[in-house]
């Protein structure tokens, strides 16, 4: 679950994003599977990896159930893809049973391009879309998509999310070698649609790809050498503070870019799993890909830092990680 800090430990929070952590939580997940209508590259949980299909509707009570009792208020609904879940409506329908409301819908956005889908979404109670857009450049959009012509797609579906004033909505930007230097013009793009709407650019979140999955399958052609990862990423910081859009960014570990340490979106949530029955925490899912070094508990961001991932560290090695101090804490 996302749950909600009580204190961000950020001494300069950004605004924006201490008010994209309040639309986050504190909420659970309703995983529908991994059937999705599109393909990307770097996909961390594939659908060919996975016969399962979708979750079958008769789980989706007893999950509301138990996130509701864990102290959620709002679900994350995501999948795969969870515009293509054939039983939405029953979906909407547990979850106002359950008096939750303010969803967040992870989506890549192509089923919204439907305003009637926009317009499913606000009555069916979601309250955020995570719109994952990669890039704004056509052939770059079909390379990481394994697909042909569908950019347009999302941009519409980005234009009726933008028109919609029940919706919150952040861009989610899998950050890869092929997409990085085109984070300018997504920016920028960004900025000339939000102006036509008449609304503030919303958050872009970057997240640095994870070697998982596909992504580490295709990791020739989509990891960053981590301090690139860190130079791409403060360029978009430094152009979004220009342009007027917070720009945040995932799985960059604060010594590689101390400046960037009040940007880090997970320093903003506070991500676990619980044990239903009791209510213990649990580490977080996907700790099992992660790793500190001998020297990170010297760090002053031991206690926030997941670590490194290995496939990455395996690649570029671990010498660009050095333990700091309390940099950009409070
Ligand atoms: S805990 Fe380790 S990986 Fe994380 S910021 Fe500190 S030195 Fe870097």
Not at 130 to 150: C, E, F, M, Q, V
């Amino acid at each position: 679950m996302h749950g909600r800090r009580a204190d961000v430990a950020l001494a300069r929070p950004h605004r924006r994003l201490l008010e994209l952590a309040d639309w986050l939580t504190p909420a659970f997940y309703i995983d529908f599977g991994r059937p999705c209508n599109s393909a990307c590259l770097y996909c961390a949980v594939p659908p060919h990896e996975d016969a399962q299909g979708f979750l079958p509707i008769a789980e989706v009570e007893a999950i509301v159930d138990a996130g509701a009792r864990c102290g959620c208020d709002r679900a994350i609904l995501i999948g795969g893809e969870p515009t293509i879940y054939p039983h939405l409506p029953q979906v909407w329908k547990t979850l106002a049973a359950a008096g939750l409301s303010r969803h967040i819908a992870m989506t890549n956005g192509l089923r919204l391009a439907d305003p009637a889908m926009a317009a499913q979404f606000v009555q069916g109670g979601v309250g955020t879309v995570h719109l994952s857009i990669d890039t704004w450049d056509t052939n770059t959009y079909d390379r990481l998509s394994r697909s042909t012509g569908k950019l347009g797609v999302q941009m519409a579906a980005l234009r009726n999310v933008l028109r919609e004033p029940a919706l919150h909505l952040y861009l989610y930007t899998a950050t890869t070698a092929l997409n990085a230097a085109g984070l300018p013009a997504l920016l920028r793009g960004l900025c000339d649609e939000a102006q036509r709407a008449g609304v503030e650019p919303p958050p872009v979140v970057l997240a640095v790809v994870k070697p998982l999955g596909d992504a580490l399958r295709h990791a020739d052609a989509l990891l960053l050498a981590p301090e690139v990862a860190a130079d791409h990423v403060r360029a978009a910081v430094r152009l979004g503070d220009e342009l007027g859009v917070a720009v945040g960014h995932r799985n960059l570990q604060a010594c590689l870019a101390p400046d960037l340490v009040d940007r880090n979106v997970d320093y903003y949530l506070d991500d676990f799993s619980v044990e239903v029955a009791t209510g213990l925490r649990l580490p977080f899912s996907h700790g099992e890909y992660w790793y500190k070094l001998p020297g990170c508990g010297a760090c002053g961001h031991r206690d926030l830092c997941t670590g490194l991932y290995r496939e990455t560290a395996r690649r570029s090695g671990e010498a660009c990680y050095r333990p700091m101090g309390r940099d950009g804490l409070a």
